[in-house]
């Protein structure tokens, strides 16, 4: 069978994610695998791509199927434990801890992508600020600093940037910095490596700042492509 289209994120559904036994995560994927218009998966990493290790993901998943990784799990599941952890703390030492754990996902995807070439796509990434600290200067100055170092690594697939709800927006669930910041990070030191911005959940950017910067970004991008021939 034929899997094109779509890239879906089943995780959430899985067995494994609600602490079920294997042969009920042996079912699920199975079925996944028979399902059409699927080309691959988003896939959060941990210490591996799968609870049950990346080899068992790769047996139980068709070969053509590429992989999104996301770093929000991860993330989130950090940040339970420390509310500092984040690529946009201002507790320096937790930046430098959610740095740290990017550089794993590197040579995670590094590795993937070695042995089976193409397989990883792209790596979502979370600007998740301080929480309880709501100075979105001092979160935005953290992320570009993050921002600067972790686009200077060779990465092997595509950076985007994931984007929930805003840590200035009411009772935020992961209150992520505010996306217009984000996109001011990337106009200030712009870096072809992020490719795109994906919108998930409660995000809830004021467009016209949006819509200001990505012009801006872009008209910026157009002068490089142009200077460049």
Partial sequence: MTHTG?????????????????????DFWRQLADTPDIRGLEQPCLD??????DEWLFRHTPGDWQIVV????ETMRRR?????????????????????????????????????PGKVIALEMQAAPQSGNPCVAQATEAFSRS???????????????????????????KGFLPLENVLKTFWRCWTTRISAFVLTGRAQPSKDATLHCLSRMF??????ESSAH
């Fill in 6 to 26: 779509f890239i879906i994120g089943a995780y959430p559904c899985a067995p494994s994610f609600h602490q079920k036994g294997e042969q009920e995560e042996r």
């Fill in 147 to 173: 921002m600067k170092e972790i686009a200077a690594w060779d990465w092997p697939c595509d950076l985007v940037l994931e984007h929930c709800d805003a840590m200035t927006g009411r009772a935020p669930r």
């Fill in 219 to 224: 008209r910026r991008r157009r002068r490089q």
């Fill in 70 to 73: 996301t770093a929000v799990m």
């Fill in 80 to 116: 339970g434990a420390n509310g500092g952890f984040g690529l946009a703390s201002a507790d320096e030492d937790q930046r430098r801890e959610s740095v740290t754990f990017y550089r794993h996902l590197l040579e995670k995807i590094v590795a993937v992508n070695a042995r089976f």
């Fill in 48 to 53: 591996n791509l799968h609870p049950l290790g």
